[in-house]
């Protein structure tokens, strides 16, 4: 299959609804299934920007609201190349969290418009697809208790999700809502076969630029 490009797949979703458990187990099972699909997460936190944010993150530093917003972009923005490249070669990239994480955390500050908050991140590239894992904040509580990262908290969530759910109401954008409250397994399975649908259609059309 010269020539094929990946998928860009996205994995979004409140704090603890199982974004990452989800994202390992799917770049397994498509390896298995023959795939070549690899795992990104943001924030990276391996590079020089990654460094800060992981601090700011961590709560060891302060960062001005604007300011980290943009870092968390040009996070995004540095691994740009090396994702366009992959992708290119006909590797799947799975994401832990993308644009659409910045902009619903930034937004869920005081005084910051949704718009203002997606500019950074325009030109990036456009997921093929987007699994949001829907869960009730009340059924992510019951998997543990928040830890002590900045922005763990109840209040703040909530409105993240509303911010979520604006963003999800972009239908230029191919999202999918997935239950996160049944089994790790039922989930696996709904996010493989969903991604095996992109995989394919991805292959027939080039990458879209994000809100452009
Ligand atoms: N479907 C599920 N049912 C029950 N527990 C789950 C399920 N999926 C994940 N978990 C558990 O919930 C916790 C959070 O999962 P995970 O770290 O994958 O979530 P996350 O969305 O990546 O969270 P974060 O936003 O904090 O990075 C883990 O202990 C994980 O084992
Ligand atoms: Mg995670």
């Not at 996070?75 to 070669?89: D, G």
């Not at 869920?108 to 991140?121: E, G, I, T, Y």
Request: hydrophobic residues 40%; charged residues 25%; neutral net charge.
């Amino acid at each position: 299959m010269a020539g094929r490009r990946g998928a860009l797949i996205v994995l979004e979703g409140v704090d603890r609804a199982g974004k990452s458990t989800q994202g390992r187990q799917l770049v397994a099972a498509l390896c298995a299934a023959g795939h070549r699909a690899e795992l990104l997460r943001f924030p990276e936190r391996s590079t020089e920007i990654g460094k800060l944010l992981s601090s700011y993150l961590e709560k060891k530093s302060e960062l001005e609201d604007h300011s980290v917003h943009l870092l968390f972009s040009a996070n995004r923005w540095e691994h740009v190349p090396s994702m366009k490249e992959k992708l290119s070669q006909g590797v799947t990239l799975v994401v832990d969290r993308y644009a659409f994480s910045g902009v619903a955390f930034t937004s869920a500050k005081k005084n910051f418009s949704l718009d203002w908050c997606k500019q950074p991140d325009v030109g990036l590239p456009q997921p093929d697809l987007i699994l949001f894992l829907q869960l009730g904040l009340a059924d992510a509580a019951t998997r543990g208790e928040f830890g002590r990262e900045r922005y763990e908290d109840r209040a703040f969530q909530e409105r993240a999700l509303q911010s979520f759910q604006q963003l999800m109401g972009d239908s230029t954008l191919n999202w999918k809502v997935v239950d996160a409250s049944r089994s790790i397994e039922a989930v696996h399975e709904e996010i493989r076969a969903l991604s095996e649908d992109a995989i394919r259609s991805a292959a027939q059309r080039p990458l879209g630029v994000l809100w452009k």
